[in-house]
């Protein structure tokens, strides 16, 4: 199963490229027919896209690569550092576009075959939004950062291009050329915005923030339904490394339980959290009731 959703992930990182360089190119045919710089912008931030989509691709690849003697908990946190380029990306992306649209502030231009133009940037959006949508689908449900942050930077672009499709339409329809580029720099202000949520939730990533609250809680009746013939559960820990969850907790029973019984404790512990948590990697560290509680603690039923 997780070799099906690995392989999974990497096919969509891989169509990515081919898809980024399609989108980028009618995006780019619509700013030379138009002259638009909000077109243009809109195709800045698409060239970013196929940087983004190549880092993606082999930081995945690497990611998913078995742990050995100098990584022993695998290689998963390197999509984070993908996600955080791709953000890195995003905003310089955004500094490109309010550099071309302030120079153009001061002599708007007026619009060349606006409605082929925006025909084919429609397009490009709407393929945007599909591929979006699966990437953004896949990444949550398979727990890969680098394909969320791709489908998410996707996303803030098919805003772009909607944003830019109904200020173009107002100046063709006003006659006000002065729209276009002032367009193009609230499109870019949009980006930063999305870029910085890309690079912080990543961040949150390299920095083992625990899992989301929904998952704890799951977790917590899971481990309490199936502890039965231990005395407590506390200092309970949780975090992700990208589509891995690490779980850790003290297991606390009889200062005379035999180490076989504790075992299988512990393995029926393990099985219950991984069916919450698939993949999940469990550590156990089992201690006699004299010592005394810390940390999360969770009730044991029975």
Same mark, same amino acid.
């Given at each position: 199963?997780?070799?099906?959703? *690995? ?8 169509? &990515?490229?081919? @898809?980024?360089? &399609?989108?980028?190119? $009618?995006?780019? $045919? ?30 995945? !690849? ?12 695998? =290689? ?18 955004? @500094? ?11 002599? #708007? ?19 945007? $939004? ?6 953004? !689908? ?8 680098? @394909?969320? +942050?791709?489908?998410? =930077? ?13 200020? @173009? ?5 006003? &006659? ?27 961040? *949150? ?13 799951? $977790?917590?009746? +899971? ?13 309970? !820990?949780?975090? !992700? ?12 029973? #009889? ?16 099985? +219950?959290?991984?069916?919450?948590? #698939? ?8 201690? #006699?009731?004299?010592?005394?509680? =810390? ?8």
């Amino acid at each position: 199963m997780v070799e099906q959703r *690995d392989n999974l992930v990497q096919r969509l990182a891989f169509w &990515g490229i081919p @898809l980024a360089f &399609g989108v980028m190119g $009618l995006k780019l $045919l619509a700013w030379w027919l138009t002259g638009s710089v909000a077109l243009l912008s809109d195709g800045l931030e698409s060239t970013v896209n196929v940087i983004a989509a190549f880092i993606a691709y082999f930081v995945i !690849r690497y990611a998913q690569k078995p742990a050995d003697d100098d990584h022993p908990y695998g =290689h998963h946190k390197a999509e984070y550092l993908s996600a955080v380029v791709e953000g890195v990306l995003i905003v310089v992306a955004a @500094l490109l576009i309010i550099n071309e649209a302030v120079a153009a502030l001061g002599d #708007p231009q007026v619009l060349n075959a606006p409605a082929l133009g925006l025909a084919i940037n429609f397009v490009a959006g709407l393929i945007n $939004l599909v591929w979006a949508r699966t990437l953004i !689908r896949v990444g949550k449900s398979h727990r890969s950062p680098a @394909l969320a +942050a791709d489908g998410h =930077h996707i996303m803030s672009d098919v805003v772009t291009s909607i944003g830019v499709l109904v200020g @173009l339409v107002l100046v063709v329809v006003t &006659g006000y050329a002065i729209l276009d580029p002032l367009l193009a720099i609230l499109v870019a202000c949009n980006i930063i915005f999305q870029g910085w949520k890309v690079i912080s939730t990543s961040v *949150d990533g390299l920095m083992d923030k625990a899992v989301d609250v929904s998952d704890v809680e799951a $977790l917590k009746r +899971a481990i309490a339904e199936n502890a039965d013939g231990s005395l407590g559960v506390h200092y309970l !820990r949780t975090r !992700r490394g990208g589509s891995v969850t690490f779980v850790a907790f003290d297991l606390v029973v #009889p200062a005379d339980m035999k180490v076989v019984d504790a075992h299988r404790i512990c393995d029926r512990l393990e099985a +219950a959290v991984q069916a919450v948590l #698939p993949g999940g990697r469990v550590t156990i560290h089992v201690e #006699p009731e004299s010592e005394e509680a =810390h940390g999360v603690g969770v009730a044991v039923k029975g």
